[in-house]
């Protein structure tokens, strides 16, 4: 069977037309290596940053993710520090213990439906606090958007921010996905990370049309101080900077990871609002962002992904939590929740497509117990 568009991941689709023509504009000229000063490709993207997020900031461009969070974090932090954290987190959970073995931190889990936490939910960890046999925390990392597909409000970062000050820590946000969340939010990107209080942001955008290259912005010029060495020693100062510094310049230019991030958040609620109305199917997440959680029939699943392929979230879901008391309780070892994420460029033919294919299978087992 030919495998389709899926609903795997953000991270599987294409680079924009637009980053593409971008890296094309950047490759005939010679600019000086390593992002120096005198890169003016480097220099714009910069100059893009200050414009959306204020000037008193301070910019670094890595190649991943997972540097940007562990280099940002480490930068502000001792290894007798902890930093604290969801469950879920990618910091936790997805990052192959890379906190662990560069930065030598502990990290401080906390177990949250949603992939959110809040002050209270912190307060527990503060009792280390002085005590010299115990980890110090020092951190505070939230995911925006959380793993779980969910976001906080300006107001909730903001109170995270407040907490963590005035406790001698910091607040880091993985913002891999933060422009599907600050188009949610119909706001901008300083509200949710200037003007809240935010420390130091991991900025993606290979999740939403780049093709490689991620920035850590530190909020307060004095918080980055010492960091070029620490992106050297971390092994993420790239040679040919400027293109990863060409597709951020182009990325905030024209509202481009406006119209990206609108688009898959749109996909996503169309799917959302198309599954919602098939049998024994159930969204266990509120869709307010380009994921879709979906519990679904253990058989159903590899039926779908031999066409369209998508990852299983949890083999274990919560059976309550997501609505399903009093269902057919002798058969919840039966249901997965799987996770469908929609991109930049999903289309209504793919997610049509998908819905087809999902309505088909259903009605093909006429007898429910088939399903199991």
């Known amino acids: 069977m030919k495998q389709k568009k899926g609903f795997a991941s953000d991270n599987w689709s294409g680079v924009c037309p637009e980053i593409m023509q971008a890296l094309q504009e950047v490759n005939p000229a010679h600019n000086e290596a390593y992002g120096e000063l005198s890169d003016p490709v480097t220099e714009a993207a910069i100059k893009k940053f200050k414009q959306h997020f204020g000037d008193d900031i301070a910019v670094y461009f890595v190649y991943n993710g997972t540097a940007a969070n562990v280099l940002g974090v480490g930068q502000l932090m001792r290894s007798y520090h902890a930093v604290v954290t ?72 903001k109170a995270l921010a407040d907490f963590a000050h005035s406790h001698n820590m910091v607040l880091h946000i993985d913002g891999a996905r933060v422009a599907n969340a600050v188009v949610s939010l119909n706001t901008d990107f300083r509200n949710i990370t200037t003007n809240a209080g935010v420390d130091v942001l991991s900025f993606g955008g290979t999740k939403n049309g780049l093709m490689f290259g991620e920035a850590v912005v530190f909020f307060g010029k004095e918080k980055a101080v010492g960091f070029e060495y620490l992106r050297k020693q971390g092994m993420q100062l790239h040679s040919k900077m400027r293109y990863i510094s060409a597709q951020f310049g182009r990325y905030l230019t024209d509202d481009l990871w406006k119209k990206n991030a609108l688009h898959a958040n749109r996909m996503a609620k169309k799917l959302a609002g198309e599954i919602a109305r098939v049998p024994r199917l159930k969204i266990t997440q509120e869709v307010t962002a380009n994921g879709i959680f979906v519990l679904m029939p253990s058989a159903l699943i590899p039926q779908l992904q031999e066409e369209y392929f998508f990852h299983v979230w949890n083999e274990s879901p919560d059976f309550e939590r997501s609505g399903f008391v009093g269902e057919d309780t002798n058969k919840r070892g039966f249901f997965k929740e799987v996770r469908l994420m929609c991109s930049w460029d999903t289309t209504n033919e793919d997610i049509d497509g998908f819905v087809s294919l999902i309505r088909q299978k259903v009605s093909d087992i006429r007898n429910y117990d088939l399903l199991v």
């Not at 990618?90 to 992939?115: V, Y």
């Not at 020092?138 to 959380?146: A, E, G």
């Open 86 to 157: 969801a469950k879920t987190a990618h910091l936790n959970e997805d990052e192959c213990a890379a906190p662990e073995k560069f930065i030598g931190t502990k990290i401080l889990e906390i177990e949250t439906g949603d992939g959110k936490i809040r002050p209270e939910q912190v307060e527990p960890f503060l009792h280390s606090i002085g005590f010299q046999h115990h980890a110090q925390p020092k951190v505070i990392s939230i995911s925006q958007v959380t793993e779980m597909g969910t976001i906080y409000t300006s107001e909730e970062i």
